[in-house]
């Protein structure tokens, strides 16, 4: 029987060639990105041997866009954006427009007409936030002030593609040559409003629909206690709202990825989806530079080869120069400016899609997108000496603290602000990460039975416990009643009436758990002495829980045997004298 494999063939392959040529590029002290590329032009249409299916690289690649888009969003909170929005969005948006124009006037010189000029500069203008991540996490600099302004430098950008990309559908006719008269103003500007007025609903939507269910439904898979189903949970998220975004709101994929990510970025599941999603992430960046490689036409090189320097000239030095200018127009110091340059000397993702949308409306000539392939796979390859150049001009220029020369970054008002305002962002996440490691901490010195746990599965613990509380005379559990959770005593004291004799249990012991081990009825009267708050743990939940914790359920289990016989000889003593 005859099987479709092209799926099979192109992870195969992709991944095995990406591997091999990755390892060597590393060897020869490259970024192993410049293997992935190469892998793609191997199983690529435009070279001999064998061809992979080009759509389905595409579609694969795009998945790894979300994946990665979704990734940047949990660890680029809206706080650290809103942190360097006074940098990050004058400056990222007056470059676009001063790299659009000299990529549309280039683009015009070779006769090209004002639409697909339009488009190449376009694509031209925006650096891939993928790679500058892989960039900066090389140099541990992400966290860093000109990391982070970097960051959101691209975000900016990011979401001035996705404007573009949904008002050039709108505009196509117009760029194309068509009249204003013949197509009605009207109509032009309504389509651009509805556009607009889709991305602004979107992005309402998920801001204040966002934040209160999807920690919710991850909190409730998280309570089933399967990691595959919590997994499962974060791709559905990320795919789901992406996908959704791009269909229901004509959005990009990507930036639905994005804000699905920021969303969770302020839960408590952060770091857990991070850690889970990572493997995903990782394999599907690589197919999405193996995808760019198989677009990738070589003979582009020695066809236009004037035009092709043109376009990495535009790249590596017309944006970085606009931006280091930009950046100190802004009051900020020359290292900013210098990490900023380095970090749009490239581009990506976006530049691609933008380049597909541009073919598919008829706006650019289908070179154009070989020219902007060639710009990407050339600019991503020199990126790494592009930093590797501006790192010692940066520590050159803190050296100069030793010879006693005013630091340049603290003498600087702007960056001081700013470094003070992220440093405060930061404080804010550590203070929430070190009030999470009190609370396991108070609960393990309150609760001594759960002091060999491990401290992830106490975090699924605290989210399973529901807080209640008893009044003085409140029967909490009631003999021969089914048992529906177990209890843990915070303050207070209860009376456990079993057998004709009372017992009573003060701030660190529980009860209730013996009914939900055995499956049997109540076989005691628990109620409240004084005012109690109680950590309840469903039955479910307290199930799921010892059935992950097996060193848990073996003391529960000794526990409960040593209950019963107390209980047994309780009843054979009979009830105690008054």
């Known amino acids: 029987m005859h099987h479709e494999t092209s799926l099979i063939t192109i992870l195969a392959m992709g991944f095995v060639l990406a591997f091999a040529l990755g390892f060597v590029a590393i060897r020869l002290r490259l970024p192993p990105i410049v293997g992935y590329l190469l892998a793609g032009i191997v199983i690529g249409p435009f070279t001999p041997g064998m061809v992979a299916d080009t759509a389905l690289a595409g579609q694969l690649a795009e998945i790894g866009v979300i994946l990665l888009m979704f990734g940047v969003g949990l660890h680029f909170s809206g706080a650290d954006l809103m942190a360097v929005r006074w940098i990050a969005v004058p400056g990222a948006v007056a470059q676009i427009g001063i790299a659009t124009a000299i990529g549309t006037f280039m683009a015009m010189s070779w006769g090209w007409s004002l639409g697909a000029g339009l488009v190449l500069g376009l694509a031209l203008s925006v650096a891939s936030t993928v790679v500058l991540l892989r960039a900066l996490d090389e140099r541990g600099a992400v966290d860093s002030v000109n990391g982070r302004i970097a960051v959101g430098w691209l975000i900016v950008e990011d979401l001035a593609m996705v404007l573009a990309l949904v008002l050039l559908p709108a505009a196509a006719e117009v760029l194309a040559g068509g009249s204003l008269q013949e197509m009605q103003l009207g109509d ?181 997108r070989d020219l902007i392939l060639a710009g990407a796979l050339l600019s991503i390859t020199v990126n790494p000496l592009v930093f590797a150049a501006i790192d010692p001009l940066i520590k050159r220029l803190r050296g100069r603290v030793r010879q006693g020369d005013a630091d340049p970054e603290a003498a600087n008002a702007r960056y001081r602000s700013l470094q003070g305002e992220l440093a405060k962002t930061r404080e804010r996440a550590e203070a929430r990460a070190a009030k999470l490691r009190l609370e396991l901490q108070e609960l393990v010195k309150k609760f001594p039975i759960f002091a060999g746990i491990d401290p992830h599965a106490l975090e699924d613990l605290l989210s399973y416990f529901q807080a209640r509380r008893a009044a003085p005379g409140e029967r909490v559990i009631r003999r021969g009643d089914r048992a529906d959770a177990a209890y843990f005593i915070s303050a207070g004291a209860v009376e456990v009436a079993v057998g004709g004799k009372k017992i009573r249990l003060g701030p660190g012991d529980f009860f209730g758990e013996m009914a939900l081990l055995s499956g049997e009825r109540r076989s005691a009267d628990v109620t409240a002495v004084d005012y109690c708050e109680l950590l309840a743990l469903d039955q479910r939940d307290f199930r799921h829980f010892v059935a992950r914790n097996p060193a848990l359920k073996t003391h529960l289990d000794a526990m409960a045997a040593q209950r019963e016989a107390m209980n047994r000889q309780v009843e054979t003593s009979g009830p105690a004298p008054k």
């Open 188 to 368: 032009v500007l309504l389509d651009l409003g509805l556009t607009l007025g889709k991305v602004i609903l979107f992005v309402a939507i998920v801001m204040m629909v966002g934040p209160r269910v999807v920690p919710w439904l991850l909190s409730q898979v998280a309570r089933v206690g399967s990691r595959e189903l919590f997994t499962l949970a974060v791709l559905a998220v990320a795919l789901g709202i992406a996908y959704g975004s791009a269909k229901l709101f004509g959005v990009s994929f990507a930036l639905g990825a994005f804000f699905a990510g920021l969303v969770l970025s302020e839960s408590r599941f952060s770091h857990k989806a991070a850690a889970d999603s990572l493997p995903l992430q990782d394999a599907f960046a690589v197919l999405f530079f193996v995808s760019v490689g198989m677009l990738f036409d070589p003979s582009i090189l020695w066809r236009e080869p004037l035009a092709v320097a043109a376009v990495l000239l535009l790249i590596l030095i017309g944006k970085s120069l606009a931006a280091m200018g930009l950046v100190l127009l802004l009051g900020y110091p020359m290292s900013t400016a210098l990490t900023v340059s380095a970090s749009l000397a490239q581009i990506g993702e976006f530049s691609f899609i933008l380049a597909g949308l541009g073919i598919a409306l008829g706006l650019m000539p289908p070179e154009g």
